[in-house]
């Protein structure tokens, strides 16, 4: 028999898979709630580029991130990056998602973004990128990250999965709606990756049932990654370097 669960809050389901949310298909200024152009006389001097390969790119997200935070304005650059893909990680948020990550796949190539941050902008990012149990954040060298504002970039920062990431037939499992060339093998939504995690680690339960005792169950959730984490392939990139682990 099933254990009850308490009964799901719709805008908690709806927040977790509907990730990782609308991110503009161009670059943008984030002030507060307020969504603006980039302006024309932009100077990114003294912030860093940190690539957003999933919910970071997404305003609601960096919003929700920064609220009630005083800080300047975000800057979000649209951008593409070579030899990489964004794929899912192997664990759950404590919001209910499977989130985002990079895998280094030479020939693959995927859209992404870029969130230019003060120094005080990003000590509040690792706060709730859960660096040290979930992500590394690391500098990556001698990439080809063609930035829409800035042009070519060789060295960016970005929040790298601990846990590796979900994989199927020897494959990373790409993030739908991010568009990668050549198109990768399986490409699955949120909803998607949810259905086939579940039904192999909880296949008696529906997908509001598991999103939501994720959400309200911290030791279960965690019990859960430790499952789905065991065939996740580490993400392994030559140019690394660790900078927060």
């Known amino acids: 028999m099933k254990s009850a669960l308490p009964s799901p809050n719709a805008a908690q389901l709806d927040f977790a898979l509907t990730y990782p949310y609308d991110r503009p298909d161009h670059s943008y200024c984030l002030v507060g709630s307020e969504i603006t152009a980039i302006p024309t006389d932009l100077s990114l001097s003294g912030r860093i580029p940190v690539i957003a390969c999933g919910s970071n790119a997404a305003p609601t997200q960096l919003v929700r991130k920064y609220n009630n935070i005083n800080t300047n304005p975000i800057y979000v650059t649209k951008a593409k990056l070579d030899n990489f893909l964004c794929c899912y990680s192997a664990h759950i948020t404590s919001y209910g998602s499977i989130p985002a990550t990079l895998a280094y796949i030479q020939g693959t190539s995927t859209d992404c973004h870029i969130t230019w941050l003060t120094e005080q902008q990003l000590e509040h990012m690792h706060k709730t990128e859960s660096v040290g149990k979930n992500y590394r954040y690391s500098r990556l060298d001698n990439l080809n990250l063609f930035c829409e504002e800035k042009g070519q970039i060789a060295t960016a920062y970005c929040y790298v999965s601990l846990l590796g990431n979900l994989q199927d037939k020897g494959a990373p ?33 529906s997908v509001t049932e598991f999103v939501f005792s994720n959400i309200s169950n911290s030791q279960l959730r965690r019990d859960r990654v430790d499952l789905i984490k065991r065939n996740a392939k580490a993400f392994s990139y030559p140019y690394e370097q660790f900078i927060l682990t």
Request: hydrophobic share 45%.
């Open 173 to 205: 499992i790409a993030v739908a709606g991010i568009e990668a060339t050549p198109p990768p093998p399986l490409q699955l939504d949120q909803t998607s990756i949810q259905e086939k995690v579940l039904a192999e680690i909880a296949p008696e339960l």
